[in-house]
């Protein structure tokens, strides 16, 4: 797998964490301050749990950010698999929350993207050349005596 096709990974990554990241953000905000929108219900009867709505998106933002700038190494493509192994399977533990916002569709859709980007992290890493700290650190060893 090219460079150029490891990048593309990341930045179309870091573009879908941003834009969904940053509209659940935006309509947690809405659902909690102005008691509009799908969250609006849930946040009226647990208003406590915003917080962990507003984080997790704000969180993907900026992740979303960082995969947007990353280079196309290993480590990055590793990480990008394992944040979107926590979102899809948070989203399958509790698909619940789907079911009371009436937000099935997102939650099919986002969780399907989630796992997509897993599968094709993993095969970036599988086509990737090993990390320029690992491949140096590998070479640099003492010749034998």
Do not use: C
């Amino acid at each position: 797998m090219t460079n150029a096709t490891r990048r593309l990974i990341l930045r179309a990554n870091g573009l879908f964490l941003i834009l969904f990241g940053g509209s659940g953000f935006l309509l947690d905000l809405r659902g909690y301050f102005l008691k509009e929108g799908a969250q609006s219900g849930l946040f009226a009867s647990a208003p406590h749990t915003a917080i962990g709505f507003v984080e997790a998106h704000g969180l993907a933002v900026i992740i979303g950010v960082l995969l947007w700038r990353a280079q196309p190494a290993r480590s990055w493509h590793l990480t990008a698999a394992a944040v979107h192994v926590l979102l899809g399977a948070s989203n399958l533990i509790f698909w619940q929350i789907f079911v009371a916002t009436k937000l099935l569709a997102l939650g099919y859709i986002s969780t399907s993207v989630h796992w997509i980007f897993v599968v094709l992290h993993l095969w970036a890493v599988a086509g990737a050349p090993r990390d320029a700290k690992a491949t140096s650190a590998a070479t640099s060893r003492p010749a034998a005596a």
